[in-house]
């Protein structure tokens, strides 16, 4: 089993313009949702394996694009990674027939999952992200660059 979650938790929820005053999330840019809006702790695990990110700051829309990225990436056969904008950090995808080799470099701990599996864990992610936030900030739900989430 494959689990991404996001928790608006963490020392840096705080600090995501989301929270600025006069910020519109209806036209706030693509660059800003994705590297300064919805810092989140993000929790990720395959199976019995614990690759969630050891800091509080991860932006929740730079991991969506990305995991989205790196899910066209492997159904091409391609290897491919998640680099976090906070630091040098990776976590590395590599194709292996119809699964995938996951590690990171912030922990030894590595696994193999199915690419479908991954790619229904992201969805799954994307919905509650999407419907959470779209609830809580109804003018984010109005942007029009979430739609490229959906495609």
Same mark, same amino acid.
């Given at each position: 089993?494959?689990?991404?979650?996001?928790?608006?938790?963490?020392?840096?929820?705080?600090? $995501?313009?989301?929270?600025?005053?006069?910020?519109?999330?209806?036209?706030?840019?693509?660059?800003?949702?994705?590297?300064?809006?919805?810092l *989140?702790?993000?929790?990720?695990?395959?199976?019995?394996?614990?690759? #969630?990110?050891?800091? *509080?700051?991860?932006?929740?829309?730079?991991?969506?694009?990305?995991?989205? $990225?790196?899910?066209?990436?492997?159904?091409?056969?391609?290897? *491919? +990674?998640? $680099?976090?904008?906070?630091?040098?950090?990776?976590?590395?995808?590599?194709?292996? $027939?119809?699964?995938?080799?996951? *590690?990171? #470099?912030? #922990? +030894?701990?590595? +696994?193999?999952?199915?690419?479908a599996?991954?790619?229904?864990?992201?969805?799954?992610?994307?919905?509650?992200?999407? #419907?959470?936030?779209?609830?809580?900030?109804?003018?984010l739900?109005?942007?029009?660059?979430?739609?490229?989430?959906?495609?």
């Amino acid at each position: 089993m494959i689990e991404i979650e996001y928790r608006q938790t963490g020392p840096y929820v705080s600090h $995501g313009r989301e929270n600025l005053e006069g910020v519109d999330l209806a036209v706030v840019s693509r660059a800003d949702l994705r590297w300064y809006c919805f810092l *989140s702790d993000l929790s990720f695990t395959i199976g019995e394996v614990e690759l #969630t990110p050891p800091w *509080s700051w991860t932006p929740v829309f730079d991991f969506l694009w990305s995991m989205k $990225g790196v899910l066209e990436h492997l159904e091409r056969f391609k290897h *491919s +990674t998640i $680099g976090f904008t906070e630091n040098a950090e990776l976590i590395e995808f590599a194709p292996d $027939g119809g699964k995938v080799q996951v *590690s990171c #470099t912030y #922990t +030894t701990a590595g +696994t193999t999952c199915e690419l479908a599996g991954l790619k229904d864990a992201w969805l799954g992610l994307r919905h509650a992200v999407l #419907t959470k936030l779209g609830s809580e900030y109804p003018r984010l739900a109005a942007n029009p660059v979430l739609a490229e989430l959906r495609l």
